[in-house]
């Protein structure tokens, strides 16, 4: 009966990483390194929050009026490369196409929270339960903190690389959508001042935007995770006055 149960979940586990895998890791408009570009010294890095549809890279082009080299990778952790190139290698391979980087506009560390939730059925306890929505299990707790580190110590290796200014992107609530991620809200308010601090305690000049305030339902897409257009829009408009100066 029990083998008859666990084949029973192996079979939805697969089934929802059949479903969820083209929006991870799909060739969206946004998924090509751009290793070249009017001004090198500024580089983004991060996942699909700016690479689902480059509107973010796009618009802080457009107010700046040049082009920004471009490493973010939809389905990017921060540290794993588990579906596509880390935040970390996306770092060194920009360096090894131009090291000379003054300013770096990124985010990191969602899908390492965000992808055992989708893919693994929540191993980490990282979505609140019903009778407590400020709840998170012990083991997500430590999951963040371990992300936390691996945000210090990138932020921190940069600083001997000679990178002046970084802008690093916070998350903001997911919804109810298709790839069922919701009821994070807990996991994501014991993250961000925790990379919040990350950024404000490293070796390099970094300012960190809370997106949280700023990104209602209506801003992400159906499947509760990405930003639409509009939603990507506000998020550019929030980074600009952090990078306009730096320019």
């Excluded at 990778?73 to 190139?85: D, P, S």
């Excluded at 090894?96 to 770096?104: G, L, R, S």
């Excluded at 055992?116 to 709840?135: A, E, H, M, N, W």
């Amino acid at each position: 009966m029990f083998e008859k149960i666990e084949n029973l979940k192996s079979i939805v586990r697969v089934a929802v990483m059949a479903i969820a895998l083209p929006t991870v890791v799909a060739c969206t408009p946004g998924g090509k390194i751009v290793s070249s570009a009017s001004n090198n010294a500024v580089i983004t890095l991060g996942d699909s929050i700016f690479d689902d549809n480059n509107v973010i890279q796009t618009k802080l082009e457009e107010y700046a009026g040049q082009t920004f080299r471009k490493y973010t990778q939809t389905g990017g952790e921060l540290t794993g490369n588990r579906l596509a190139m880390s935040v970390y290698d996306q770092y060194e391979q920009a360096k090894i196409d131009d090291a000379n980087i003054d300013t770096i506009v990124m985010n990191g560390g969602g899908n390492d929270i965000l992808l055992p939730v989708i893919l693994d059925g929540d191993v980490y306890g990282c979505k609140s339960p019903r009778s407590d929505r400020t709840f998170i299990e012990q083991a997500c707790r430590d999951l963040i903190d371990e992300v936390y580190i691996e945000a210090v110590n990138l932020l921190n290796s940069m600083a001997p690389d000679n990178v002046n200014n970084v802008i690093y992107l916070g998350y903001y609530y997911t919804t109810r959508g298709w790839l069922r991620a919701g009821h994070l809200k807990a996991a994501i308010d014991y993250a961000t001042p925790l990379m919040e601090d990350a950024c404000a305690n490293s070796a390099v000049s970094c300012a960190f935007v809370d997106t949280r305030a700023h990104m209602k339902g209506y801003l992400i897409k159906n499947d509760g995770v990405h930003p639409n257009q509009e939603g990507s829009t506000l998020m550019a408009d929030l980074i600009w006055p952090e990078l306009q100066p730096l320019l």
